[in-house]
């Protein structure tokens, strides 16, 4: 008997080794690469394909053709990302839009022949940063946003950083078409000057001021303080576009921050950044200046009971809002809060001590992937908070000063957020969002779901697959659960799938045109509703449907 399941074993094994070669690589993957503006065929654009399932693997790499043919042979059946670059045109993947693109099937019956890969010319904005006296400001710190639609509601989030030269110029190439902002910070040269001259402790408001005590504010481009009043600058592909900017000095201010402690070798430090569309910025011109514990005194200088003090520094710093932190050594902790500074200032670093924001994350049995977050974002300000998951589940928000409004609620433990159940102490729930009075400790609970299932689908037109289609899965009440969209886009075959989808009842829509749309709004979605695919999703299965594009 035991020789019998012997034999059997090594047939079965004989069978598995012969079975690879049994599938001959007699596959291929050919096309055009075209200039996506004028049509025109791209010759000597490097293509390059690599498996899906190994992204950081390339297979094969191809010149085009004089013609703008590439073609590439001997392929196994499989699913293969197909990108493409040339000098004035960034690398791209075929049919990309953002974080997605078309994947090329390859196998039997599928068509991987005649393709058109249609690159986008690289777009740019340059220009230059001069003060007032038409001087160039070299080492301006010049930073570019974009216009960015693809977390569902229209952001303004960081593209680019770059610095001026000796001649005040910056240029930001190989830039998609789109809107696009610029917000300049600088230090007047002569700004260093002024800052040596100042004493540690010295009266806030001196009745003299030096001239080249100056900063310059945070400009956006067309020139103005004020980011709402910033100007988009728009580009197409292939084209560039001029936005030079003007900073004008004005007098700079100084921020003396007033540690209290009965533990007068405590240590603490205190800093500035401003939030420029969100993104925290230091102000080049700033410098902090820590000082040892001290005697109490008053702001006239006097001397007055109480504990020992230790104070904290800024100097060199233009008038605006400012996002103040203070930093704790012994043991060490971090705070924050937002403050206004219209001149000389003196504040107690108490005003940071704000109403905490924590929680606690349960994982249900899954593992806790490096850098683990849980995020808060507010889509109509744009305020983002991140939060890193500790290994015993918990979470603290160092940026505390958490506006009112309402978040919508993310655990990031891999590509999608993945909620089961949400409950929270000082705040209300809202599927997955909560709303925040703003002066009130908030305590989360997040439960991480055991189970999570799979949407494998096809999107067609006149009863032919489509490539290229946004697909969108979209929760009952959308705007609160926000976390529980899903996106994908259909690859050559018209196939596409929606993974780790949270149990519940939901609509599939595809658009042909959606990529720039705001995709999570209730207007938008109606219109794309025509042809929506309605499901409901229980724990742990795997569906299959398809979607019509005819309309």
Do not use: C
């Not at 070299?138 to 693809?150: E, T």
């Not at 100007?231 to 576009?241: H, L, M, Q, R, T």
């Not at 009965?262 to 102000?283: D, E, G, Y």
């Not at 109509?380 to 958490?402: C, M």
């Amino acid at each position: 008997m035991l020789r019998r399941v012997v034999i059997l074993l090594s047939i079965i094994l004989a069978v598995l080794a012969q079975s690879p070669a049994q599938v001959k690589p007699e596959f291929r993957i050919s096309g055009t690469a075209v200039n996506s503006v004028t049509g025109q065929p791209l010759p000597r654009a490097e293509l390059s394909i690599r498996l899906s399932a190994h992204v950081n693997v390339i297979l094969q790499k191809v010149l085009t053709e004089d013609d703008g043919r590439f073609e590439f042979m001997g392929l196994l059946p499989g699913k293969y990302e197909l990108m493409a670059e040339k000098s004035g045109f960034r690398k791209q993947a075929y049919e990309g839009h953002g974080y997605y693109a078309s994947a090329i099937i390859v196998g039997q019956g599928k068509i991987s022949d005649n393709l058109v890969f249609r690159l986008h010319p690289d777009a740019w904005i340059e220009g230059t940063v001069t003060d007032a006296e038409n001087e160039a400001v070299p080492n301006a710190s010049v930073v570019l946003f974009h216009m960015d639609s693809r977390l569902g509601y229209k952001q303004i989030l960081p593209a680019a950083m770059t610095n001026s030269d000796d001649r005040g110029y910056y240029r930001f190439a190989h830039l998609e078409s789109g809107s696009y902002f610029i917000a300049v910070s600088a230090q007047p040269w002569f700004s260093s000057l002024a800052l040596s001259q100042r004493e540690v402790g010295s009266d806030l408001a001196p009745d003299e001021k030096s001239v080249v005590d100056v900063a310059f504010p945070t400009t956006y481009y067309p020139g103005v303080i004020d980011s709402s009043m910033a100007s988009p600058i728009e580009v197409s592909a292939g084209e560039g576009a001029t936005a030079s900017l003007t900073l004008v000095a004005m007098p700079a201010v100084r921020l003396l921050v007033r540690h209290t402690s009965s533990n007068p070798a405590k240590m603490r430090t205190a800093s500035l950044q401003q939030r420029v569309f969100n993104l925290p910025i230091a102000s080049p011109s700033q410098v902090t200046v820590p000082t040892a514990p001290v005697d109490a005194r008053s702001s006239q200088g006097e001397a007055q009971e109480g504990p020992a003090s230790d104070f904290t520094e800024i100097r060199g710093i233009a008038p605006g809002k400012y996002v103040l932190t203070i930093q704790s050594y012994t043991p060490p902790s971090s705070r924050s809060t937002t403050i206004e500074i219209t001149g000389n200032t003196e504040i107690d670093a108490s005003v940071a001590e704000v109403a905490p924001i924590r929680g606690t994350v349960t994982l249900n049995g899954q593992s806790l992937l490096p850098h683990a977050f849980v995020r808060l974002w507010n889509w109509h300000t744009g305020e983002i908070l991140d939060a890193e998951i500790e290994p015993n589940g918990k979470f603290e928000f160092n940026f505390a000063s958490l506006l009112p409004g309402t978040y919508s609620v993310f655990a990031m433990n891999g590509l999608y957020s993945t909620i089961g159940s949400l409950s929270a102490t000082g705040a209300k729930i809202a599927g997955q969002s909560i709303q925040v009075g703003g002066a009130t400790p908030v305590s989360l609970t997040i439960e991480m779901p055991r189970h999570l299932s799979t949407i494998d689908g096809v999107v067609t037109r006149n009863g032919q697959p489509f490539a290229g289609a946004m697909v969108i899965l979209v929760p009952d009440n959308a705007e609160s659960n926000l976390p529980m969209f899903r996106r994908d886009q259909s690859d050559s075959d018209g196939t596409f799938l929606l993974k780790d989808v949270l149990p519940g009842h939901y609509r599939i829509l595809a658009a042909d045109d959606g990529w720039d749309i705001e995709w999570a709004r209730r207007a938008v979605l109606l219109d794309h509703d025509d042809h929506a695919v309605n499901i409901t999703v229980a724990p742990n299965q795997t569906y299959q449907t398809s979607i019509n594009l005819e309309r």
